[in-house]
Nanobody, 118 residues
Framework: QVQLVESGGGLVQPGGSLRLTCVPS????????MGWYRQAPGRQRDLVAT???????NYADSVKGRFAISRDNAKNTVYLQMNSLKPEDTAVYYC????????????WGQGTQVTVSS
């Protein structure tokens, strides 16, 4: 059974940093584009960033220059480094794995809460 296990969320003050980690199991990691999405209360789930198996990245405009997504194919792990956090970054962050060729084949993690508040 495929599982995506996220960690690293928490409470941080504005301007602070957090690093999220996602470790999928039971997938061939190198065949999946990995991504992070977020959902704030009362809002839809939005793209934050994605990274292909070859390392190509894509970011939402709202996080460009502050967040960095990366993956370690040897460790089957994807990271989201979040710097200069703002209160509007507060949301549940979800890890996503989408097959590079069969887009309908995708999986989600359970989500990790990130709260930016003083």
């Amino acid at each position: 059974q495929v599982q995506l296990v996220e960690s690293g969320g928490g409470l941080v003050q504005p301007g602070g940093s957090l690093r999220l980690t996602c470790v999928p199991s039971a997938i061939i990691f190198s065949t999946y584009t990995m991504g992070w999405y977020r959902q704030a209360p009362g809002r839809q789930r939005d793209l934050v960033a994605t990274v292909t198996s070859g390392g190509f990245t894509n970011y939402a405009d709202s996080v460009k220059g502050r967040f960095a997504i990366s993956r370690d194919n040897a460790k089957n792990t994807v990271y989201l480094q979040m710097n200069s956090l703002k209160p509007e970054d507060t949301a549940v962050y979800y890890c996503n794995a989408q097959h590079a060729r069969v887009g309908q084949l995708q999986y989600w993690g359970q989500g990790t809460q990130v709260t930016v508040s003083s």
